[in-house]
């Protein structure tokens, strides 16, 4: 099972909507997939419309007393299940300080999925964390909606010396242009500078679009309902990235 998070310091950037879409189009191309919303805002239970039908603390989570594939409900899309966020997850950093090797609990609790799911998506909340710490520790590859602007260089720099530090080295760092508006002269500048000190950040822009904002109102995921659209082929276009990039 490959667990792919989407993840940034900042809110707003995209991170939900990357990470339905994402996990829509890799469950439209066979695979079994699992999207679990890590946010106690619940974003992306709400777009997918997906209802907990039993409340699970993020305390017995973390503590082994639940298991995650008990949780997991239909999506209502094939081969697309959703793992609901709870309001208690507001304390998941409380929850994982009290346990022994706390980096390391995600990815154990992650584990009773891995007969059940081929990819596993994570739709972070914003903030750097325990509980960040542990996806990121956890991840085959994170993903980051990156806003043009120039303090998005130095947020980068931060997450790829956190990497090295602990020594991530399987780790692959998916950086991509969210919510560019390339009339704007800056958004154009700041990309090609970052382009240039980050060589990985993938080709695909996800524009900014009242398109694709829209898709709250819907509550779907885009390329579900527009896939031959431009912006439901943008999205294809990233997944294709990322997928090569998962191997
Ligand atoms: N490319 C985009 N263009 C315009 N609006 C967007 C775009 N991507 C997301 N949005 C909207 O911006 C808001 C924040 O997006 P969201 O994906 O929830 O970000 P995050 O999870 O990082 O907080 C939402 O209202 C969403 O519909
Ligand atoms: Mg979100």
Redesign the pocket.
């Known amino acids: 099972m490959k667990i792919v998070a989407?993840t940034?310091i900042?809110?707003?950037?995209?991170?939900?909507?990357?990470?339905?879409n994402l996990a829509f189009l890799c469950a439209a191309a066979g695979r079994k997939t699992l999207l679990w919303d890590l946010?106690p805002q619940g974003?992306?239970s709400y777009v997918l419309r997906a209802e907990a039908d039993q409340h699970a603390s993020a305390k017995k989570l973390v503590s082994g007393k639940r298991e995650l594939p008990e949780l997991a409900v239909p999506s209502g899309y094939e081969e697309l299940d959703v793992l609901p966020s709870d309001f208690s997850y507001r304390n998941f950093d409380v929850h994982l300080s009290e346990r022994k090797r706390p980096a390391e609990r995600l990815l154990k609790m992650s584990r009773s999925l891995r007969d059940v799911y081929s990819t596993l998506f994570l739709?972070c909340p914003?903030g750097i964390s325990l509980l960040s710490e542990n996806v990121l520790h956890a991840a085959d590859a994170v993903v980051v909606?990156l806003l043009p602007t120039p303090l998005s260089v130095r947020m980068l720099t931060q997450l790829r010396d956190f990497i090295v530090a602990n020594q991530w080295t399987d780790l692959a760092l998916l950086p991509f242009f969210?919510?560019?508006d390339r009339r704007k002269s800056l958004h154009h500048e700041v990309i090609a500078n970052l382009r240039e000190q980050f060589p990985d950040i993938l080709a695909t822009e996800?524009?900014?679009?009242?398109?694709?904002?829209?898709?709250?109102l819907r509550r779907a995921p885009l390329p579900a309902y527009a896939p031959g659209s431009e912006?439901g082929r943008i999205y294809s276009a990233l997944w294709t990235e990322i997928a090569a990039r998962l191997g």
């Open positions: 989407v940034n900042k809110g707003g950037v995209g991170k939900t909507t990357t990470a339905v946010d974003a992306a739709d914003p909606p969210s919510m560019v996800v524009p900014y679009s009242s398109e694709i904002e829209r898709m709250t912006f």
